[in-house]
């Protein structure tokens, strides 16, 4: 299994940036899709979520300024993220799940497969 994050990078405060995360090697239409993030010296931290019905689930810190959605015919999940703050600046992970429990979703060990990680660098 593997899932390859992508389209981190560099922008201003009250920028946009889209995070792409495609899955392969796993039956991507059933497994629930999450996005989390990380700083150095803190816990990785739950974004969103989407389950394999497209239900979705989002941080407070994020509700109204990011959108998780997912393509299952490309087997990639997005994370559109809006109005960026540089709170927001951290290392993006992409994971997928078995799990359908959204409030169990919400914690990372309860996550099977992860991708790599793509930075996110928002400027004042």
């Known amino acids: 299994v593997q899932l390859q994050a992508s389209g981190g990078g560099l922008v201003q405060a009250g920028g946009s940036l889209k995070l792409s995360c495609v899955a392969s090697?796993?039956?991507?239409?059933?497994?629930?899709i999450g996005w989390f993030r990380q700083v150095p010296g803190r816990e990785r931290e739950f974004v969103a979520a989407?389950?394999?019905?497209?239900?979705?689930n989002y941080a407070d810190s994020v509700k109204g300024r990011f959108t998780i959605s997912r393509d299952n015919a490309k087997n990639t999940a997005y994370l559109q993220m809006n109005s960026l703050m540089p709170d927001d600046t951290a290392v993006y992970y992409c994971?997928?799940?078995?799990?359908?429990?959204?409030?169990?979703?919400?914690?990372?060990?309860?996550?099977?497969?992860w991708g790599q990680g793509t930075l996110v660098t928002v400027s004042s």
């Open positions: 994971a997928a799940s078995r799990q359908i429990i959204m409030s169990v979703l919400r914690a990372p060990q309860h996550y099977d497969y």
């Open positions: 090697g796993l039956t991507f239409s059933g497994n629930t």
């Open positions: 989407t389950r394999y019905n497209s239900d979705t």
